[in-house]
T-cell receptor, first 110, second 115 residues
Framework: SQELEQSPQSLIVQEGKNLTINCTSS?????LYWYKQKYGEGLIFLMM?????EEKSHEKITAKLDEKKQQSSLHITASQPSHAGIYLC??????????FGAGTTVTVRA | NAGVTQTPKFQVLKTGQSMTLQCAQD?????MSWYRQDPGMGLRLIHY???????DQGEVPNGYNVSRSTTEDFPLRLLSAAPSQTSVYFC??????????????FGEGSRLTVL
């Protein structure tokens, strides 16, 4: 079992529409990472959140960490074909291990 | 800037063979780790190290050994490969503990097939 639960497992979005991916843990998240991966390729760092209530944005992608530091969301505004891929959340759960969720596969349809 | 370097990128083994996946980083990172990625399962932690001479098990350590004799290198050894170890392996490192955690840097991955 994985300590980070990502939802949904996969989603299909029409180009131009928004989408949200969630990452949840029963433990405190001391450092929360979001990565993107194109199929068969390496991992691209998107952003890292550390403080409760923190929010970061890069281009059309916004990530938030809730006040309790147990849930994070990744929001993409006006999705484009370049946003297609697998999104992975990873976290430092306070035991020196950096664990990852199972990933969310995003498909963007024209 | 080399960052995290993994070798080999591709490898085919027969069941029972042994091999070592190499990982090196040039950022003086204390934390290094190995993950395997299988379809639908994200990244699963195999072993990790918080400094030279210190290693510990992750979520799926069986069948793998690691050692950390230097800060730069963190090799992953498969002593007797099994088909269940067919996967893509990623090595990662990050800045020292005690300060800002910082980005986790990944290698490009090593695709291993065990026949």
């Amino acid at each position: 079992s994985q300590e980070l639960e990502q939802s949904p497992q996969s989603l299909i979005v029409q180009e131009g529409k928004n989408l949200t991916i969630n990452c949840t843990s029963s433990k405190t998240l001391y450092g929360l990472y979001w990565y993107k991966q194109k199929y068969g390729e390496g991992l691209i760092f998107l952003m890292m959140l550390q403080k409760g209530g923190e929010e970061k944005s890069h281009e059309k992608i916004t990530a938030k960490l809730d006040e309790k530091k147990q849930q994070s969301s990744l929001h993409i505004t006006a999705s484009q074909p370049s946003h297609a891929g697998i999104y992975l959340c990873g976290a430092d759960l306070g035991d020196y291990k950096l664990s990852f969720g199972a990933g969310t596969t995003v498909t963007v349809r024209a | 800037n080399a960052g995290v370097t993994q070798t080999p990128k591709f490898q085919v083994l027969k069941t029972g063979q042994s091999m070592t996946l190499q990982c090196a980083q040039d950022m003086n990172h204390e934390y290094m780790s190995w993950y395997r990625q299988d379809p639908g399962m994200g990244l699963r932690l195999i072993h990790y190290s918080v400094g030279a001479g210190i290693t510990d098990q992750g979520e799926v350590p069986n069948g793998y050994n690691v050692s950390r004799s230097t800060t730069e290198d963190f090799p992953l050894r498969l002593l007797s490969a099994a088909p269940s170890q067919t996967s893509v392996y990623f090595c990662a490192s990050r800045a020292p503990f005690g300060g800002p955690s910082g980005e986790l840097f990944f290698g490009e991955g090593s695709r291993l097939t065990v026949l």
